[in-house]
C-alpha cells in the first residue's frame, strides 16, 4: 500500500494564473507559501523563520473558485498530492518541477478581508 497525499496551509504569494485549456476546461496555479517558525537553540543564537513555497495546480470547479474568490495574500488550506514533472525546452536545456495537485481547497481568509471581486457592468 502506498499514499501520496499533501495538506498545507499557506498565504498565496501572488494573484493566482487561470487559463482555460481543452475545450474551455479551467486551471489554475497559485503560488503558495508556507512558514516554519524560527527558534531559539540553547546557545541563544537565533534561527530565523523559513518558508517554502508550492506551485499548487487546480482544475475544473477548484480552478473556478480560484478565479472568482483567490487573491494574493489570502490564507488557504490545501489537500492533495505531490506530482514531478521533467521535459527538455527548444533550447534542449532540462527542466524540472514539483507541483501540488489540489483535490481539496478551503478558503480561511475571513469574507469580510477578502479582496472584493469586480462583476463585470451591464453594456
Do not use: F
Request: glycine letters at 6%.
Amino acid at each position: 500500500m502506498s499514499l501520496n497525499k499533501v495538506m498545507l496551509i499557506g498565504n498565496v504569494g501572488r494573484e493566482p494564473e487561470v487559463r482555460y485549456v481543452d475545450a474551455g476546461v479551467p486551471t489554475a496555479v497559485v503560488s503558495l507559501a508556507t512558514t516554519n517558525p524560527g527558534y531559539r537553540l540553547e546557545s541563544g543564537a537565533q534561527v530565523p523563520d523559513s518558508t517554502e513555497w508550492h506551485r499548487v495546480i487546480l482544475w475544473h470547479k477548484l480552478a473556478e473558485v480560484v478565479e472568482r474568490y483567490v487573491h494574493k495574500g489570502d490564507l488557504l488550506y490545501v489537500e492533495g498530492e505531490i506530482r514531478r514533472r521533467e521535459w527538455t525546452d527548444k533550447k534542449g536545456h532540462a527542466h524540472e518541477v514539483t507541483e501540488i495537485w489540489a483535490k481539496k481547497l478551503e478558503l480561511l481568509t475571513p469574507k469580510s478581508q477578502r479582496e472584493p471581486q469586480l462583476s463585470p457592468q451591464p453594456q
